[in-house]
Every structure is written in structure tokens, then in C-alpha cells.
């Protein structure tokens, strides 16, 4: 069992820049790879990035890629997602996800993912 706290969000102007952290406790032996996904009103919940479980690799959705950063530390068990250039369109609900353990690579897919945090929302003003 794998348990996700996330911190961060808030409101923000557009061209702002916020990061969002996801503290993870439990059973992270080899630790985990890790992805954000996030859910605007009406909308089904998309990709936005993922990391694998050395932090070695990284990969972006197109809608975010230039102005998104995942990254982690593993002397804190944290995943970072650093937030810049935000438009009002990168207004959702962010949750992060963490993949069972003996999987080395991230995933785009949520249906790759067994543990997730509480969500936090990200609201950008015009």
C-alpha cells in the first residue's frame, strides 16, 4: 500500500507559474513511477506528465510540454509538478498517481496506476 498527500494549487494569473508536490509513505521499497493527470469541469480526466522510477525519464502531453516540469526527490519520496506560462485552459483538478513498484517506466495511461492522491485544485485567472 502506497499513500499520496499532495500540497500546492491554488488561484493564479495567467502567465503565473505554481508547483505542485506529492509526498508519497507506505510500501515504496524500490520505489515507484510516477504520473499527474488532471480533470477540468465536464471534462474526462487527461495526461499531463509522468516520470519513471529512477527520475531518469520524463514525458509530456503536447498541451503542456515547454511549460511543464515533472521531477522528483527521492531522499523525500516527492514528486514535483512545476507549473509555468498557466493559462486559463490548465484550470482542473490535479491528482497525482504512483504505479506499482516493479514497473520501471511511467505511463500515460490512468489504468496504469494503482495509488492516487487527494486531487487539489488549479484555477487560472484572465
Known amino acids: 500500500q502506497v499513500q499520496l498527500v499532495q500540497s500546492g494549487g491554488g488561484l493564479v494569473q495567467a502567465g503565473g507559474s505554481l508547483r505542485l508536490s506529492c509526498a508519497a509513505s507506505?510500501?515504496?521499497?524500490?520505489?515507484?513511477?510516477m504520473g499527474w493527470f488532471r480533470q477540468a469541469p465536464g471534462k474526462d480526466r487527461e495526461f499531463v506528465a509522468t516520470?519513471?522510477?529512477?527520475?531518469?525519464?520524463?514525458y509530456y502531453a503536447d498541451s503542456v510540454k515547454g511549460r511543464f516540469t515533472i521531477s522528483r526527490d527521492n531522499a523525500k519520496n516527492t514528486v514535483y509538478l512545476q507549473m509555468n506560462s498557466l493559462k486559463p485552459e490548465d484550470t482542473a483538478v490535479y491528482s497525482c498517481?504512483?504505479?506499482?513498484?516493479?514497473?520501471?517506466?511511467?505511463?500515460?495511461?490512468?489504468?496504469?496506476?494503482?495509488?492516487w492522491g487527494q486531487g487539489t485544485q488549479v484555477t487560472v485567472s484572465s
Open positions: 498517481a504512483a504505479r506499482p513498484s516493479q514497473f520501471l517506466g511511467g505511463s500515460i495511461s490512468e489504468r496504469d496506476y494503482d495509488y
Open positions: 516520470i519513471t522510477r529512477s527520475g531518469g525519464g520524463t
Open positions: 507506505g510500501r515504496t521499497f524500490s520505489g515507484n513511477a
